[in-house]
């Protein structure tokens, strides 16, 4: 019963409506006593040849009003029950995803997406099965097994009633000993689907790969192997769940024949009527779904005790980004000082940034260049505060960005990370994204900045044509020109491309940075590259290796220097006057 205990928060935030549900159930179980009363003085009268039109008029009515009255309390207390546990499950969902929404990426290194989703999912609806069907299990139990005990005492013979539910104790020690296991085995069956869960959506995402390295066998076959243990884990919860009914229908077996035996004894010796025999086997049968009940019950309970148990685990992670008190809420906006002595990912020893040290006037550009590794995303990412635990500090505008609310700080930038997600929205939507307000002459501007305009006029529908899942039917190159567009079109503060140019040619890209460089004159710009072509006409270019800063000047300075800037330039120059000696051919 501990579910309950911790869902006692929202039975208390709607005990009107729960009230109403379980009085409709009272008044249920109520009606119910009716028939077999009626059905009772029915054979007491056929057996007295004391059967009148009246009477059979009178019982037929009865036996109607009972009907009518159980349609209208069990439409009542279904609106008011499954209401109640489609609230909760709207609740806890909103509260779940707005979780997932305040989470830092610590939090999403720890927990795959197939685990989130099972969490959000199967998870649940076993916490909304407690809120919904486990209220209507336990009351309706409870209701109908008293009152129906009440009429069996009262209404045929207290004697009778006693030794008929001797068994009934039993009940009780099965649901104790099957719960405990059940709970136990419920929860491994949930992990185990996380799991699967985490192997589906991590196959289907990256079935193109699958596919081009040939190992859709060997894929299938680890899916295979998956699913059998998934299988294994839930035959041992169906098996001990299959255990409630058949010892339920036992114990009630051994209701049914003591009260067929004492009860014809007291028929017998006249201590009772045929007819309060047939009422009171009647009222037997009344108690079957209460006995059931209890089996279904631990079952619900159990399962949602477990499911609750994860996504409050879950909820209970807190995010290592917090918002200082009475943060500045207006938006960043001035200069840059990049002041990280070291830093370190979460879990890993080695530092990722040491010493990195720079000032970037509002207005001005700078270009951060290196080898794969080298360091130029994670000095993005501090900077928008994905990660906090640093040595140093940053300033934006004269003002720690730690002392800015996250909206303040984030709705300053405008990021295009090397991996451009996309929605299943049209082009439109995508590039207006963080604006659905802008008009379309915005979008359209925004595309032009981007260099992708003209491609989006040839789609099949333009910009209404809707974009595959994660920008599945769009080239590479099209994808970093939307997600340019989409981070241009707010006309950040601050925009960082971060490898955002990788997948375009040289003259789109010369034409993408002349945009920048006439519509962002008074706003300040980073770019991380590869291609140093990206980066010749920053103010400033920083060239990092293994978390640091080895060289620092203009693109003229830095060839001046004849360090690994120079070298890399006349490498990738070389690259270039071969590839059009190719093309020329």
Do not use: C
């Amino acid at each position: 019963m501990g579910i309950f205990k911790k869902l006692g928060w929202y039975f208390r935030q709607e005990r009107k409506r729960y009230a109403m549900g379980v009085l409709a159930l009272l008044l249920v179980a109520l009606v119910n006593l009716i028939p077999p009363k009626i059905i009772g003085s029915m054979v007491d009268a056929m057996n007295d040849h004391s059967v009148t039109a009246h009477k059979l008029v009178f019982w037929l009515a009865l036996l109607l009003f009972a009907g009518i009255a159980q349609y209208l309390f069990r439409f009542a207390w279904r609106v008011a029950i499954w209401g109640g546990a489609a609230l909760l499950e709207r609740t806890l969902r909103t509260q779940l995803f707005w979780h997932f929404m305040k989470m830092d990426a610590t939090f999403y290194q720890k927990h795959r997406t197939g685990d989130l989703m099972a969490h959000a999912t199967n998870d649940l609806n076993a916490i909304q099965n407690v809120a919904g069907a486990g209220v209507l299990t336990m009351f309706d139990s409870l209701i109908t097994g008293s009152t129906t005990l009440i009429a069996m005492i009262t209404l045929i013979d207290w004697r009778l009633t006693i030794v008929a539910i001797l068994p009934m104790p039993l009940l009780a020690l099965m649901a104790r000993k099957l719960g405990s296991k059940l709970h136990d085995s419920f929860g491994e069956s949930q992990a185990a689907f996380s799991r699967l869960n985490d192997k589906t959506q991590e196959s289907v995402s990256g079935v193109k790969v699958i596919k081009t390295f040939g190992q859709e066998k060997e894929d299938t076959q680890d899916f295979n192997n998956l699913v059998d243990r998934v299988i294994k884990i839930n035959r041992r919860v169906n098996f001990i769940d299959s255990l409630f009914d058949p010892v339920t229908s036992l114990i009630m077996g051994m209701t049914y024949v003591i009260t067929i035996v004492y009860g014809g004894y007291l028929v017998l010796n006249n201590q009772i009527t045929i007819g309060q025999l047939v009422s009171f086997v009647s009222y037997v049968s009344a108690l079957v779904w209460p006995m059931f009940a209890i089996g279904r019950l631990f079952n619900i309970l159990e399962r949602g005790n477990a499911s609750y148990d994860r996504v409050e685990k879950l909820l209970a992670e807190k995010s290592t980004i917090i918002e200082a008190p009475k943060a500045i809420s207006a938006p960043a906006h001035g200069d840059i000082r990049y002041a990280v002595d070291q830093f370190s990912y979460p879990d890993d020893d080695t530092n990722a940034l040491v010493d990195v040290h720079f000032t970037l006037r509002a207005g001005k550009t700078l270009g951060i260049v290196g080898k794969v590794g080298a360091g130029k995303s994670t000095i993005f990412k501090l900077l928008l505060r994905e990660f906090d635990n640093y040595k140093g500090f940053i300033e934006f505008g004269g003002h720690n960005i730690k002392e800015y609310t996250l909206d303040g700080l984030l709705d300053s930038i405008g990021y295009v990370p090397q991996d451009n997600f996309l929605f299943s929205t049209t082009v439109a939507n995508n590039i207006r994204f963080s604006a659905y307000n802008k008009e379309a002459t915005d979008v359209e501007s925004a595309a032009r900045d981007a260099a992708v305009h003209d491609d989006i006029l040839k789609f099949t529908d333009g910009y209404d044509t809707m974009v595959g899942e994660r920008g599945v039917s769009l080239s590479g190159g099209q994808k970093q020109r939307l997600a340019i567009a989409r981070a241009v079109i707010n006309g950040p503060e601050l925009l960082i491309l971060d490898d955002a140019l990788s997948a375009v040619d040289a003259k789109t890209e010369e034409e993408i940075l002349e945009n920048m460089h006439r519509d962002r004159a008074d706003k300040t710009t980073i770019i991380a590259a590869h291609r140093l072509s990206s980066v010749m006409h920053a103010d400033e270019i920083l060239v990092l290796e293994n978390g640091r800063i080895i060289e620092r000047g203009t693109h003229d300075q830095l060839l001046a220097n004849d360090g690994w800037y120079a070298q890399m330039w006349d490498l990738q120059q070389l690259e270039d006057k071969i590839g059009g000696a190719q093309d020329g051919e």
